[in-house]
């Protein structure tokens, strides 16, 4: 055999083991993708409220304590821990676009929620203070609210989980 088909050979080979591991990687991304989908949405259901845009600076009324829709401001909030509040609109508007958002007191064990935050390897996810909070943590998804009295690591990942990507809307954040 000649170098030169030797070499395409080995060239057809290689080319044949990246398709195929490829293809098996992406099939498993969809398999696990699609056991997330199958699961049902964490969290009281909250009644549509709308997803009108308004003008930046302008308040609008909300059924829910932190908002889980209604209307909300063109822009949306970056994914990320913010160490200060961030305006309602913004982030409803981020949870139109699947965002989950991790609501907390500022007196909550915030180095706790940040590892629990940060160990789940949802990317459309918020975590932010509030200061009217009614309890220490709550978590938001389009049209979804779990309160919670105490830190509950099991529930926090599995809404973090479950409901992040579920929105109306599939955008970048």
Same mark, same amino acid.
């Given at each position: 055999m000649s170098k030169e088909i030797k070499i395409i050979i080995a060239a057809t080979a290689v080319t044949l083991v990246i398709l195929?591991? *490829?293809?098996?990687?992406?099939?498993?991304?969809? *398999?696990? @993708? /699609?056991? &997330?989908l199958s699961k049902p949405l964490v969290g009281e259901v909250i009644a549509d409220q709308g997803a009108d845009h308004i003008p930046e600076s302008t308040t609008s009324a909300y059924l829910? #304590?932190?908002p889980t829709g209604g209307s909300h401001y063109a822009k949306s909030a970056p994914a990320g821990i913010y160490d200060k509040e961030v305006? =309602?609109? #913004?982030?409803?508007?981020?949870? /139109?676009?699947?965002? $989950?958002? +991790?609501?907390?007191? @500022? *007196?909550? =064990?915030?180095? &706790?929620?940040?590892?629990?935050?940060?160990? $789940?390897?949802a990317s459309k996810k918020i975590m932010v203070? &509030? *200061? #009217?909070?009614? $309890?220490? $943590?709550? +978590?938001?998804s389009w049209g979804r609210l779990l309160k919670l009295q105490t830190i509950d690591e099991e529930q926090i990942k599995s809404f973090l989980e479950t409901n992040e990507n579920r929105g109306p809307e599939k955008a970048p954040l």
């Amino acid at each position: 055999m000649s170098k030169e088909i030797k070499i395409i050979i080995a060239a057809t080979a290689v080319t044949l083991v990246i398709l195929i591991g *490829a293809i098996w990687f992406l099939s498993s991304q969809g *398999a696990k @993708e /699609e056991t &997330r989908l199958s699961k049902p949405l964490v969290g009281e259901v909250i009644a549509d409220q709308g997803a009108d845009h308004i003008p930046e600076s302008t308040t609008s009324a909300y059924l829910t #304590n932190p908002p889980t829709g209604g209307s909300h401001y063109a822009k949306s909030a970056p994914a990320g821990i913010y160490d200060k509040e961030v305006p =309602d609109g #913004n982030l409803i508007h981020s949870m /139109e676009h699947g965002a $989950v958002i +991790l609501w907390y007191k @500022e *007196a909550s =064990d915030s180095p &706790r929620l940040k590892s629990i935050f940060t160990s $789940v390897p949802a990317s459309k996810k918020i975590m932010v203070p &509030r *200061a #009217n909070l009614d $309890v220490p $943590v709550a +978590l938001t998804s389009w049209g979804r609210l779990l309160k919670l009295q105490t830190i509950d690591e099991e529930q926090i990942k599995s809404f973090l989980e479950t409901n992040e990507n579920r929105g109306p809307e599939k955008a970048p954040l």
